[in-house]
């Protein structure tokens, strides 16, 4: 009786606040739907096969969620190694950089084709040589560099936290291909890397 009628501007203004309210992108399931789905998984496995059967489904369920965590960089779902601050921080400071020994793979499949190719030729035999020297020492000195490097920024950011393995997880991360990282390169490189982590 008393009450204001809407007139389409008021709806129209209704329905954009809607719309621009995000959920939380997938619906409410049933209260019915829900409590059966948690009874399930109160309930004791009535054998031990039921029993394996859910526990390779948690299993596999980790296992995708911490395939999708490595590819996107998702903290909680990461393996205990790969955790953490200071971890985070090593990761970002080795693929903010050019690594030689990231390239020492690619460089010993050439080595050895020059080996074969020019298996009777002075020249080849000297090339040879040559990059064989180059890629052993550049690798070592780039390495020493990273260690050096990494272990001041560590005791620089974190000295309170545990930095035990850090730098070997460094050597280890930068010793590979940049596109093959587990997890993903979240940093370009040169990129400035924050003091906060």
């Not at 009535?46 to 059967?53: G, H, L, N, P």
């Amino acid at each position: 009786m008393f009450r204001r009628r809407s007139t389409p501007d008021d709806e129209a203004s209704v329905e954009e606040a809607s719309d621009s309210i995000s959920g939380k992108g997938r619906p409410t399931p049933k209260r019915k739907d829900a409590e059966a789905e948690r009874r399930q998984r109160l309930k004791p496995p009535r054998d031990r096969r039921e029993a394996s059967q859910r526990m390779r489904e948690r299993r596999r369920t980790e296992r995708v969620k911490m395939q999708q965590a490595l590819r996107s960089g998702d903290e909680r779902h990461l393996p205990a190694r790969d955790r953490g601050p200071v971890r985070r921080f090593t990761r970002d400071w080795v693929d903010r950089r050019w690594n030689v020994a990231e390239w020492l793979l690619p460089l010993l499949v050439i080595i050895l084709a020059l080996s074969f190719i020019g298996a009777g030729s002075a020249v080849a035999a000297w090339l040879q040589v040559v990059l064989w020297s180059a890629t052993i020492i550049g690798t070592v000195l780039d390495t020493l560099v990273l260690i050096w490097t990494t272990r001041r920024e560590l005791g620089r950011r974190f000295p309170d936290e545990s930095r035990r393995g850090a730098v070997a997880y460094a050597v280890l991360r930068s010793s590979q291909l940049r596109r093959l990282r587990l997890p993903k390169p979240q940093v370009n490189r040169g990129a400035t890397l924050p003091d906060r982590y």
